[in-house]
Structures are given as C-alpha cells and as structure tokens.
C-alpha cells in the first residue's frame, strides 16, 4: 500500500491512504471503468464503510476486515458489481443507499437514507448529501471532523472540471448544478477535498471559478 496520498491511483496499482482526524482514508481504482472505491476506518474502533463495492471483490477484501457498512452512492451497475460478495464474504450488517436508486441494486438496502442524515463509522459518521441529476438518487457524503478541511465523496455526481453525466437532459442538468451550488459549493470551504468516482481528486476551491463555465456550456 502507497502511503504518500496523491490523490491518482492506476487500474489494477495499489491504494493509496491518508489519515483524516479520526478515520483512515483508503482509495483504490477497480474495473474495466476505474472506478474509485474508498474504505473510511474509524482510527478508534477500526470499523470500517466502504463507499461503492464497484468491482473486483478479491482487491477490495483484503482491505475490509471489519467491514460493517457499505455505502452505494447510486444505481450505476459499474458501481456495484462486487457489491453481493463484499457484503456476504465479510457479513457487513448495513447496506446503505437512498430510497430513489435502492431497487436497481443487487443487494437491498438495510438502511434506505434522505439528504441530511448521519451513517456512523465508529465513532465519528459522515453526512448524506442528496445529488439529484446524475441519477436520481446519487448521493454524496461528507466527512466535516470539527475546526478541520472537510471530505467529501461524490461519486458521480462533481469530478475535476465538471458535474457528472446527465445525458444532455437539459432538466438533469439543472438539478444537478443547482444541488451542487446550493448543496455543496454554497456551504463548504475551498479547503474541502473531492474524492469523485472516477480519476483524481480535486478541491472545492479548484472547482469552483468554473461553475458559470459550466453552467454555460450545459454539461
């Protein structure tokens, strides 16, 4: 494992971590789409969520071991085609993802989550940020450990240069900015780190002089 967090993994490389006050960040790129799969561990108690069992189940066990949460960010099939071994090889005892997306999964949800609401990792829990445009149950989750830069998980909802895909839908689209504006660029700070669901992280404060850009330019 790289210890030096970059923010870049390779299809098929090693992860990469860093620690956050309070929880461990692992990333780790699987899948024929490198898909970005993170695990966040308490640094306490050692439990573990993972965010989009996308692919590759023997990659991302062995960086599970006290798996308890997995967390579905939407109902793309690239984001959870390892989902129902995960969750039965290691007896993970939640499975999360928001009501609007939960019946194109493999695996029901156990816990069906709104915009707002806290999922525990431990003793610390990140935040359901309801992304809607993307699909219409995307869900992003943030991580805001108190006096310091905020996490936050996109999925494929915010990426370096431009929200997600939205499929030219004109009304897609603007639910998508307006979530992102109002949701995410209106209430967190520069400082605030992007893990998207594909490729390389980013920063609140790189992405947001581009918002009118992309606004105008409609995807």
Same mark, same amino acid.
Request: proline share 10%; with cysteine; charged share 20%.
């Given at each position: 494992?790289?210890?030096?967090?970059?923010?870049?993994?390779?299809?098929?490389? /090693?992860?990469?971590? #860093?620690?956050?006050?309070?929880? #461990?960040?692992?990333?780790?790129?699987?899948?024929?789409?490198?898909?970005?799969?993170?695990?966040?561990?308490?640094?306490?108690?050692?439990? @573990?969520?993972?965010? =989009?069992? &996308?692919?590759? &189940?023997?990659?991302?066990?062995?960086?599970? /071991? #006290?798996?308890?949460?997995?967390?579905?960010?939407?109902?793309?099939?690239?984001?959870?085609?390892?989902?129902?071994?995960?969750?039965?090889?290691?007896?993970?005892?939640?499975?999360?993802?928001?009501?609007? =997306?939960?019946?194109?999964? /493999?695996?029901?949800?156990? +816990? !069906?989550?709104?915009? %707002?609401?806290?999922?525990?990792?431990?003793? @610390?829990?990140?935040?359901?940020?309801? !992304?809607?445009?993307?699909?219409?149950?995307?869900?992003?989750?943030?991580?805001?450990? =108190?006096? @310091?830069?905020?996490?936050?998980?996109?999925?494929?909802? !915010?990426?370096?240069?431009?929200?997600?895909?939205?499929?030219?839908?004109?009304? +897609?689209?603007?639910?998508?900015?307006?979530?992102?504006?109002? +949701?995410?660029? %209106?209430?967190?700070?520069?400082?605030?780190?992007?893990?998207? %669901?594909?490729?390389?992280?980013?920063?609140?404060?790189?992405? +947001?002089?581009?918002?009118?850009?992309?606004?105008?330019? %409609?995807?």
């Amino acid at each position: 494992m790289i210890t030096e967090y970059t923010g870049h993994v390779d299809g098929g490389g /090693p992860p990469i971590t #860093r620690d956050a006050p309070g929880l #461990r960040i692992t990333k780790i790129s699987v899948g024929p789409y490198d898909n970005d799969a993170y695990v966040l561990e308490c640094l306490e108690t050692g439990e @573990q969520l993972l965010i =989009d069992a &996308a692919n590759e &189940a023997p990659r991302l066990l062995p960086l599970v /071991p #006290r798996l308890t949460t997995v967390v579905t960010t939407h109902s793309h099939p690239d984001h959870f085609q390892a989902l129902a071994e995960v969750v039965a090889r290691t007896g993970a005892r939640l499975t999360v993802a928001h009501p609007l =997306d939960a019946d194109g999964l /493999p695996v029901r949800p156990s +816990r !069906l989550v709104e915009h %707002g609401e806290p999922i525990g990792v431990g003793r @610390q829990s990140v935040e359901v940020v309801h !992304l809607r445009g993307h699909t219409p149950g995307s869900i992003a989750l943030l991580y805001a450990p =108190d006096g @310091q830069a905020p996490h936050l998980f996109t999925g494929d909802c !915010l990426f370096p240069g431009g929200p997600g895909n939205t499929k030219k839908d004109p009304a +897609r689209f603007t639910q998508l900015m307006d979530d992102l504006e109002q +949701r995410v660029f %209106g209430v967190l700070p520069d400082e605030t780190w992007i893990y998207p %669901g594909h490729g390389d992280d980013t920063t609140i404060g790189a992405e +947001r002089p581009h918002l009118a850009e992309w606004r105008a330019r %409609g995807w």
